[in-house]
């Protein structure tokens, strides 16, 4: 069934001629215009029907206008009336809807049977999945996304924890913002960010420490670059570990070895002290300062004093720092002079680079750090951001609470008062949320990959909108041998929907056909806090239903077996929704799922948890009216008005008068912000004699992660064909190695064979190399460490040590 899979069935010399020379073309595209004017905003007579809906991609959170025509999308435009993108799209945003019209949607459910699948009913199927989860519910784990809409992940969750009373559902996210839920957590005691887009139009001086936005966020990077095209001054420092397309648009390009962030950022605040210039009314009165408790180590470490602090960044002067991380000790003075002035208008933005990190909660928090010691804070332009990189890990994961200790509006499974106030709000008997978190995505995948009879106690799990088959790190170890027949796994059972075959639905025991993006409802959250609506606008293919109504409807099947779980505390339906003659309407029938808009109701009912820790959303309606709106938003006098900057007296309105700034959620119950004291500590894995080069992996513009949609959209796959190692000139030359050279490349974990790029898309330096992953023919992820962060249980794909050689 997965013989249409692209690339897959192509000679191998054909496919390399193919691909440098697209590569080659792709380079000029990326190098050049990185974003699309809107074309077809009106076309009034043209019988097109137009509506708003988020871009299906990337975190940003553009807003496209999605033109339909005979029940398809044809045609898609910038949306000029959304203040994230002002009618700008990048490629992908572009050609969204194509993502619709790959050649191989799934569309009936398929069961395994033996080595080959045999198409069933939805009625089957979801008896199926009943019948696993009742013979060991403790067992079961869900496996979800960043990319589920709110709706969808509230399901999820009101489904596992409130029904199941199991709290093993985690999501892809866990790979992506866990570092910066708990740096926001640890610093601020509260997660998400408290600056926001508009920072990126005033700011003097914009900071990326270790990501590529030029790629990644292109749209966002483009409204500042579009600053300097009109005249502004803004200068642009990049912080990285190899040369990206970002690179070529800032002034200043700061190389870096892996972990040099730890010690750059206790490089800046050394400087600060130093030199007297930090903001010492800022911190007397609205910070404490923080270190790690070695002997009993905890998410909030131990109160350490200002001297403390000064004394254990002594060691790090900016030679000692260019030593650390490679930088030289003249453009960490750059930084901390630059931090040091209170004209300048300072904003860090980061992604990948700082979580995808064995100490991601200790360089989110020490980033933060850095902006509250210097008072760079809290107006507009001074402003430390995380970037998101799905379009709802914020709205679905870190807002609903969709990772496995966590419950919706900030609220913990181990704490019971927030159980309490769950079961409340879901009507559920109390006692039913259960209080030891699940397992995090690493454990989740190991327990599922070690026979049941040697401690591997997860035996089922259902993944929705994500590709782990692709994505997890060390798949050697993850996933992979769930296919061995000689492991004996043969008692484990992989539920997968999706909308196209994966690597993850090729080892799939039932694979489910999906609605995706405007073929169904959805709410989305992007990086700044803005939730954004959308309607379903065309049908999806065959027998494809949305993920929410697979959720549910299996709720309700095990409602009718009499699992007393998926009952409230009336004895009804769990998901029960009533018409507006206050009768129930059959949701899980799926002939009468959008009888009503069950998105509004799962909506307006999670609403009620976002005020518990001031993460205020609006009711459903007013998404609809508007191209979203940035929490919390409250009501005054009848309006409902967004939150821009938060903490801030005047924007925030959480903030008390006279107060200036006011961390309310202080993890130290007194209004204050913590400064972290972090040292730093080498990389998890670092080259040796035996594997002499540090692997980095990552993404490039064209491909939307693993590449299931983005590699069936013929624009974006020419451009970018296939996937690639990318070496220096220098190590190229030292290996013999030229262009289009098939070269091994293999770590501790695993091995694979892949075409060399030499300074390709980017440029890593001598001793490093690059590989994106999305190539599902060439899975990177064999190779990737699986260490992880301790707090935030994130593991580190930017840092394994590979050795390579040629082999054509
Ligand atoms: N085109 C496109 N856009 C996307 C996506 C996509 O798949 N395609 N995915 C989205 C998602 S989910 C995400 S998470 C984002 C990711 O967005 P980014 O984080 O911008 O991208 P990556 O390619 O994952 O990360 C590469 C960066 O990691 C840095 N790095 C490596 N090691 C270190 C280190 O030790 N410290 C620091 N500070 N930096 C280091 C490198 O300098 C490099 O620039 O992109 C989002 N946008
Ligand atoms: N080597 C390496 N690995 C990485 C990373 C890295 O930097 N390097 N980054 C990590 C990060 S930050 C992230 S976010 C993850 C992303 O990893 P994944 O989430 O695993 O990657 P995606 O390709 O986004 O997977 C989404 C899947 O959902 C399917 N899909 C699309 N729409 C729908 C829908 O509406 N319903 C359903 N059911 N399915 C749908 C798509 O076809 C696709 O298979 O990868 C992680 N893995
Ligand atoms: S920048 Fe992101 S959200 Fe905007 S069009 Fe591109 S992929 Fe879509
Ligand atoms: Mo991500």
Redesign the pocket.
């Known amino acids: 069934m997965n013989s249409d899979r692209p690339q897959t069935n192509e000679s191998l010399q054909r496919r390399q001629f193919i691909k440098v020379s697209a590569m080659a073309a792709a380079t000029a595209v990326a190098g050049g215009t990185n974003y699309s004017l809107p074309i077809l905003a009106e076309e009034p007579k043209s019988g097109i029907q137009w509506n708003k809906a988020p871009c299906r991609?990337?975190?940003?959170g553009c807003h496209v206008q999605v033109g339909v025509q005979d029940s398809k999308v044809v045609a898609v435009a910038g949306d000029r009336n959304a203040d994230v993108n002002k009618g700008l799209l990048?490629v992908?945003g572009y050609h969204v809807g194509s993502a619709l019209y790959g050649k191989d949607r799934l569309t009936k459910p398929l069961l395994r049977v033996g080595d080959d699948y045999q198409e069933i009913s939805w009625n089957k199927a979801i008896e199926t999945i009943a019948d696993r989860i009742e013979a060991a519910p403790e067992r079961f784990a869900f496996y979800g996304s960043?990319q589920w809409t709110i709706p969808e992940g509230y399901a999820a969750q009101k489904f596992m924890k409130g029904g199941l009373a199991n709290n093993h559902i985690d999501p892809n996210a866990r790979l992506?913002?866990a570092s910066a839920v708990t740096g926001f957590l640890a610093t601020y005691g509260v997660d998400e960010p408290a600056g926001c887009y508009d920072d990126l139009d005033v700011c003097d001086v914009l900071i990326?420490?270790?990501?590529?936005?030029a790629?990644?966020?292109?749209v966002l990077f483009s409204r500042v670059t579009d600053r300097r095209s009109r005249g502004e001054n803004v200068q642009l420092i990049d912080?990285?570990?190899?040369r990206?397309r970002?690179t070529d648009a800032c002034q200043h390009y700061l190389e870096?070895?892996?972990?040099?962030?730890l010690a750059i950022a206790n490089g800046i605040a050394h400087l600060l002290i130093k030199n007297g210039t930090y903001d010492r009314k800022f911190i007397d009165s609205f910070c404490n300062f923080k270190a790690p408790d070695d002997e009993n180590p905890n998410l909030h470490g131990k109160a350490i004093s200002f001297d403390d602090y000064r004394s254990f960044l002594e060691p790090y002067t900016p030679e000692h720092v260019e030593q650390l991380s490679g930088v030289p000790a003249e453009k960490i003075r750059m930084l901390g002079d630059l931090f040091g002035n209170p004209e300048l208008k300072i904003t860090s933005l980061?992604?990948?680079?700082?979580?995808?990190?064995t100490r991601g909660t200790a360089?989110n928090s020490m980033v933060h750090g850095v902006h509250l010691l210097s008072g760079h804070f809290g107006t507009p332009g001074n402003a430390p951001t995380s970037?998101?990189?799905?379009p709802s890990?914020c709205g679905t994961v870190r807002e609903v609470g969709t990772l496995s200790h966590a419950l919706p509006g900030g609220r913990v499974v181990t704490n019971e008062e927030h159980r309490k106030q769950t079961e409340d709000l879901w009507n559920i008997p109390a006692g039913r949320v259960q209080s030891t978190p699940g397992y995090h995505t690493v454990k989740m995948w190991e327990s599922f990959c070690t026979p049941t009879d040697q401690g591997g106690d997860i035996s089922t799990i259902w993944v929705q909108v994500t590709n782990p088959g692709q994505t997890l790190p060390n798949l050697n170890k993850l996933f992979n041998p769930k296919g061995n027949n000689k492991t004996n796994l043969k008692d484990k059972f992989l539920i997968v929907s999706d909308v196209y075959p994966t690597a993850t639905t090729r080892l799939a025991d039932l694979i489910l056909p999906s609605a995706m993006w405007v073929e169904k409802n959805g709410v989305v959250g992007n990086s700044e806090r803005r939730t954004q609506q959308w309607f379903k606008m065309v049908d999806p293919p065959g027998d494809a239903r949305d993920d929410c109504w697979q959720t549910i409807a299996v709720a309700h099947e095990l409602f009718d077996r009499g699992n007393e779980g998926m009952q409230d505390r009336d004895d009804r339906f769990l998901f029960e929704v009533k018409n507006n003659d206050d009768k129930p309407v059959p949701i899980w029938d799926w002939e009468h799922y959008y009888d009503v808009n069950v998105d509004k109701h799962l909506f307006d009912e999670y609403r009620q948890f976002s005020r518990l820790k001031h993460k205020d959303l609006a009711p459903y309606d007013e998404y609809v009216k508007a191209h979203g709106l940035r929490w919390p938003v409250v009501e005054q006098n009848g309006e409902w008005h967004e939150t821009r900057w938060r903490f801030s007296e005047g924007y925030d309105p959480y903030v008390k008068s006279g107060e200036e700034i006011q961390f309310y959620h202080s993890s130290t119950h007194d209004d204050r912000a913590q400064i972290w004291f972090h040292p730093w500590i080498a990389?998890a894995e670092v080259p040796d004699n035996e594997y002499p080069l540090m692997l980095?992996?990552?993404?490039?513009?064209?491909?939307?992660?693993t590449g299931s949609m983005?590699r069936r959209i013929p624009e974006l796959s020419s451009a970018m064909p296939g996937g690639y190692l990318e070496i220096s000139a220098e190590d190229a030359d030292v290996y013999g190695i030229r262009n289009g050279d098939k070269v091994q490349v293999e770590s501790r974990r695993g091995s694979i064979v892949i075409p060399a790029w030499i300074d390709g898309r980017?440029q890593p330096p001598r001793g490093t190399v690059f590989i994106?992953f999305?190539d599902e023919t060439l899975l990177v992820n064999d190779l990737t460490l699986d260490a992880i962060d301790p707090f935030s249980k994130q593991p580190?794909?930017?840092?394994s040590a590979v050795r390579i050689k040629k082999v054509s």
């Open positions: 991609f990337c975190g940003t990048c992908k960043g992506c913002m990326m420490w270790g990501n590529n936005p790629e990644m966020h292109p912080i990285g570990t190899r990206t970002t870096m070895k892996g972990h040099g962030d980061w992604c990948m680079g700082m979580n995808q990190h360089i970037l998101t990189g799905q890990a990389p980095c992996t990552g993404r490039v513009l064209e491909h939307w992660h983005t980017g994106p999305f580190d794909y930017k840092k």
